[in-house]
């Protein structure tokens, strides 16, 4: 093969993804492997690199065919420096200088991004974005992330982390936030938010099919919930429909910063389908200003569980400066 890759790599706390992938978001080769959290992060990255020249091997690609590498990675990091700063769940990565190790192993020029901003631009480039020049990616899964192409390029605010979209704040005061923070979207609307309110309103003996359904209040999760709404239980699709009005708020706050004219929503909670499209979309234009409202328009993320290694490759393709 003569056409030009580049390698996306998606670090996470259990698991690396790789994958060469061409100018059109195509990938052509790719593998999983353990991220091992325990273990020094060069001899990773060494497995990594490991890795890579096996699939160029399996794939005919050959080493000049590779331009560049892009990281995604679960901050927090810093994208200017090529370093990973503190990740609580990876501590011996704490202050990786990534990007000089990769480069120095692999002879490519490397880049560094967060992960869910990652995420906004290969969704952008290469998924339910394409076309569009203003586009905000929200991902609910259990937590809330996201980012935002404006303009065709990806935002990255003065230091590389701009777009926590799920650390914007709903309620004034409100619910405690893994971020220290309180009020924030996450607390309320990540799948992980919903099986804590279910998990409350159970304990606190409302009626309700949950606890049953899950084998027990503490093991009810988001998903139970879609299940025990679907089965016509009064309390989850209450909580459902609170959960909806939360992200409603969020997504219309959302559309009243950034004026996108599309909004891509990924992650596991959107799985549930129609049954969070249909009322986001609904409350997006209550909450939305009107004139902006108008010509937003919300759809299901495209890349699924290929999101991180694509993200990762648009970085790479967009530093570059190559537009396919
Ligand atoms: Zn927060």
Known sequence: MNADYVLGIDVGGTKIALGLVDASGRQVAGDRIPTH???PPAVTVQRMVD???ALMDEAGISEDAVRA???AFAGPLD???????????????????VVDVVEAALGKPAY??????????????????VGVKNMVYLT???GIGGGAVLDGRLFRGETGAACELGHIKIVYNGRECGCGGRGCLEAYASG??????????VAAGEPSSLAELAGGVQHIRAETVVQAMDAGDELATRLWRETMEYLSAGVGSLVN?????????????SNAGERLFGPLREGMRRHAMAPLAEVAEIVPAKLGDAVGVIGAAAVAWERLGEKS
């Open 37 to 39: 959290a325990e273990a």
């Open 51 to 53: 890795r890579v020249h």
């Open 69 to 71: 590498v892009g990281i």
């Open 79 to 97: 994208p200017v420096e090529g370093r990973i700063l503190t990740p609580p769940n990876l501590p011996t990565w704490h202050n990786f200088p």
């Open 112 to 129: 560094l991004e967060n992960d869910a901003n990652a995420a906004a631009l290969g969704e952008a480039q290469y998924g339910a974005g």
């Open 140 to 142: 609910v899964s259990t």
């Open 192 to 201: 992980t938010a919903l099986a804590k309110r279910a998990q409350e309103a």
């Open 257 to 269: 910063t950034f004026n996108p004219r599309r909004i891509v929503v990924g992650g596991g909670l």
